[in-house]
């Protein structure tokens, strides 16, 4: 795809007019992510970003695709503010500057719409993996996780929904220039990139499995903040008894049964065991084991059978950043 200045370009954005239309940018990023998942806004927003680049030196563009970050992941990673106040300011900052300085690095004028999508793939690619492991939240491919586009990461990775994301926005911002053939050029990527996974081998399905789901932990928005820990499994014990089996197993959500130490050394254990005697279906619980003062834990998923035996557990290893866990967690206690 190409990108020229001189093919009908429109006068370039000036810096009061950037002042509205980058908050809107990235509030349409925003409200495309869950829980909203209005996914067809983050074109839109991508659109916005790449008039807001056009025709700017470097140090406007790093100012304005900042400024659309900041309005992207403060909305859509609200619900850090209640496990970590600085966390939640510390990781909105840093993000937002990240987007401005790839932005920095695209072309304002020949080769912006190649060098865009890139760019945010590039800004993907680092928040997923930097710094502390990453924090992979509220990006462009959990945009659309709901969309058409979502069907292309089981072929070409998550990476290349972000992609197709930036190609759909400059789509639309060679569209409103009139600019057809970058339109025609980027229509035929996203196209191509469906098709792909239309014809692309699926599988076949080879059996069939029963699986209970229950979500007892209280109304939405209902906070571990302030909810016991024990009110929350016992709610899980009572909903799981509407299960009308039979079933191949029962499947309860990550964080659900909280315990000090080893979970099959507790009482919480035997109730779990006892619930899937009276099911007669394995539970696959969500466990947090606490194993010191200091906070160390472990997040695992665990398989509890109703001869009381445990058949298979996975640990959490790449934990969350300011949502998991609190890097620093000294350094800020001292200031929150």
Do not use: C
Request: aromatic share 10%; net charge neutral.
């Amino acid at each position: 795809m190409t990108s020229s200045g001189s093919v009908n370009e429109l006068p370039r954005i000036g810096r009061r007019s950037a002042g509205l239309l980058a908050p809107l940018a990235g509030g349409l990023i925003a409200f495309s992510m869950p829980p909203w998942g209005w996914w067809p806004l983050a074109f839109i927003g991508v659109a916005i970003l790449d008039r807001l680049l056009a025709n700017q030196p470097r140090k406007e563009r790093f100012k304005r695709a900042t400024l659309v970050g900041l309005w992207w992941l403060f909305p859509a990673t609200f619900w850090m503010w209640d496990m970590t106040i600085p966390g939640y300011l510390i990781q909105g900052v840093m993000f937002a500057m990240l987007y401005g300085a790839v932005a920095a690095a695209v072309p304002s004028t020949t080769g912006r719409r190649i060098a865009l999508p890139a760019a945010l793939v590039v800004a993907a690619l680092v928040r997923w993996n930097w710094p502390f492991g990453g924090v992979p939240l509220a990006s462009l491919a959990i945009s659309q996780s709901d969309a058409p586009l979502a069907q292309t990461a089981r072929v070409f990775g998550s990476l290349t929904i972000v992609a197709l994301v930036g190609v759909g926005g400059v789509v639309l911002s060679a569209a409103v220039q009139r600019n057809w053939r970058d339109t025609a050029v980027g229509f035929g990527v996203l196209v191509l990139a469906t098709l792909t996974t239309v014809v692309a081998p699926h599988g076949q399905a080879i059996d069939t499995i029963d699986i209970a789901i229950v979500q007892g932990g209280g109304p939405q928005n209902t906070r571990a903040a302030n909810t016991s820990a024990r009110a929350v499994f016992e709610r899980h014990l009572e909903t799981s008894q509407d299960v009308q089996g039979p079933v191949d197993f029962v499947l309860w959500p990550e964080n659900v049964v909280h315990t000090r130490g080893a979970i099959e050394e507790t009482a919480v254990y035997d109730e779990i065991v006892e619930l899937a005697q009276d099911l007669d279906a394995p539970i696959i619980a969500g466990i947090i084991e606490t194993f010191s003062d200091e906070g160390f834990f472990l997040n695992a998923s665990m398989t509890i059978n109703p001869d009381g035996t445990n058949s298979g557990r996975y640990d959490k290893l790449r934990r969350v950043p300011f949502g998991e866990f609190v890097p620093f967690r000294g350094l800020i206690e001292r200031v929150a």
